[in-house]
């Protein structure tokens, strides 16, 4: 069992940045990949970033390549997506996920943390 918790949303302009960190409760914390994903107003959920269990490998929407960087620190059971050149489609509430797959569907993930908001303003 893994409870995740996210944190570090919040009200930037557009061209700014933001971390978001996923602390994770649980022992299997290391043996999981982990995803961030975004749902914006109206709009179904859609993924934004994975990271293999190890940090080898990682995985990024075409939207947010370049822009974002996926990371974790197992020692410390948390992962992070840092945000850079936020943008007004940018805006979302943001999950992280955790999983036994480095999967960019929702699917792929069992636990689910309850998200933070972002707000990019123009």
Do not use: H
């Amino acid at each position: 069992q893994v409870q995740l918790e996210e944190s570090g949303g919040g009200l930037v302009q557009a061209g700014g940045s933001l971390r978001l960190s996923c602390a994770a409760s649980g022992r299997t914390f290391s043996r999981n990949a982990m995803g961030w994903f975004r749902q914006a107003a109206g709009k179904e959920r859609e993924f934004v970033a994975a990271i293999s269990w190890g940090g080898s490998r990682t995985y990024y929407a075409d939207s947010v390549k370049g822009r974002f960087t996926i990371s974790r620190d197992n020692a410390k059971n948390t992962v992070y997506l840092q945000m850079n050149s936020l943008k007004p489609e940018d805006t979302a509430v943001y999950y992280c996920a955790a999983g036994r797959v480095t999967g960019t569907g929702p699917p792929d993930y069992d636990y689910w943390g309850q998200g933070t908001r972002v707000t990019v303003s123009s």
